[in-house]
């Protein structure tokens, strides 16, 4: 059974930088890309940035463009997101999130559970 | 303002058809058949029932579907069921994702 697990989030003061973390098991992590994806308070999905399943391709949302960066360790089975320069604006759940374009099919098909991540002085 | 327009809300009787739209233009609708749709519980994480345009995931109810014309996709959900209640995201996928504003399904 395929499970992503995010951790890292927290209660961060603006300006402050953040490391968030997705662990996988269950799937041949580095056969896939991944995603991250937030979530305001009471708002909608927005998608961040992917990587692709060996790491030589990163796109971002042009929201986050140049104070995220996304990376992935396939020998950890861990994805990460970096994220600098914190604003209010960023305070969200953020899920991990696998595609599945081994198979030719564009969707996210397997999210994790989220981490929360507060910016606040 | 997303790129993907869905209607904020719809709602529907147990045992009726529903069906959400999701307009965008032709370079992340029309053109492309990479329209996903997602189910949200409140508290839960986003769950995947519809990929390219029309493809159920294995262990999604056969009462969800999904159909495209032009530049709108549909999800169409029929024997509405209590459960059925949930916020409901389009999404495309191209070399990047986007994602509609979401609808929030209400079973009266």
């Known amino acids: 059974q395929v499970q992503l697990v995010e951790s890292g989030g927290g209660v961060v003061q603006p300006g402050r930088s953040l490391r968030l973390s997705c662990t996988a098991s269950?799937?041949?992590?580095?056969?896939?890309?991944m995603h991250w994806v937030r979530q305001a308070p009471g708002k909608g999905l927005e998608w961040v940035a992917i990587?692709?399943?060996?790491?030589?391709?990163?796109y971002y949302a042009d929201s986050v463009k140049g104070r995220f960066t996304i990376s992935r360790d396939n020998s950890k089975n861990t994805l990460y997101l970096q994220i600098n320069s914190l604003r209010a604006e960023d305070t969200a759940v953020y899920y991990c999130a696998k595609d599945d374009l081994y198979n030719d099919i564009f969707a996210l098909d397997f999210w994790g559970q989220g981490t929360l991540v507060t910016v606040s002085s | 303002q997303s790129a993907l327009t869905q209607p904020a809300s719809v709602s529907g009787s147990p045992g009726q058809s529903i069906t959400i739209s999701c307009t965008g233009t032709s370079s992340y609708v029309g053109d492309y058949n990479f329209v996903s749709w997602y189910q949200q519980h409140p508290g839960k994480a986003p769950k995947l029932m519809i990929y390219?345009?029309?493809n159920r995931p294995s262990g999604v109810s056969n009462r969800f579907s999904g159909s495209k014309s032009g530049n709108t996709a549909s999800l169409t959900i029929s024997g509405l069921q209590a459960e059925d209640e949930a916020d409901y995201y389009c999404?495309?996928?191209?070399?990047?994702?986007?994602f509609g504003g979401g609808t929030k399904l209400t079973v009266l």
């Open positions: 999404s495309s996928y191209t070399t990047k994702v986007v």
């Open positions: 990587i692709s399943y060996d790491g030589s391709s990163k």
């Open positions: 269950g799937v041949v992590f580095s056969s896939y890309g």
């Open positions: 390219d345009v029309s």
